[in-house]
């Protein structure tokens, strides 16, 4: 059983950066597809940004593309998410989610959040205006 704890969030200035951190515990990262999704209340958990369990693949979604990054440090077993250039509308908590794939999906990932199994309990990120 794995678990994914997130860390990172806080309150910025719109305009600021912020690095999420995932960490897994109870079972190695390395064979899991990672993603990001961000929630507030009253609307649909929404796709940020995945990445295959190898990181040979990664993939934003477009109102992200250019202003955040998705990597991973297998080793650590830990995922990252960095976010430059916050905007205020993006203002949610962020969760970190997990499915557990075969050596061959090396450069499989997952926008659905319906894709994956491990979540995160979410880290709240709040950029003020």
């Known amino acids: 059983q794995v678990v994914l704890v997130e860390s990172g969030g806080g309150l910025v200035q719109a305009g600021g950066s912020l690095r999420l951190s995932c960490a897994a515990f109870g079972r190695a990262l390395s064979m899991l597809a990672a993603g990001w999704f961000r929630q507030v209340p009253g609307k649909e958990r929404e796709f940020v940004a995945a990445?295959?369990?190898?990181?040979?693949?990664?993939y934003y979604a477009d109102s992200v593309l250019g202003r955040f990054t998705i990597s991973r440090d297998n080793a650590k077993n830990t995922v990252y998410l960095q976010m430059n250039n916050l905007k205020a509308e993006e203002t949610a908590v962020y969760y970190c989610?997990?499915?557990?794939?075969?050596?061959?999906?090396?450069?499989?990932?997952?926008?659905?959040?319906?894709?994956?199994?491990?979540w995160g309990q979410g880290t709240q990120v709040t950029v003020s205006s």
């Open positions: 989610a997990g499915r557990s794939v075969t050596s061959d999906d090396g450069s499989v990932y997952y926008t659905r959040h319906q894709s994956y199994t491990i």
């Open positions: 990445i295959s369990w190898g990181g040979y693949t990664r």
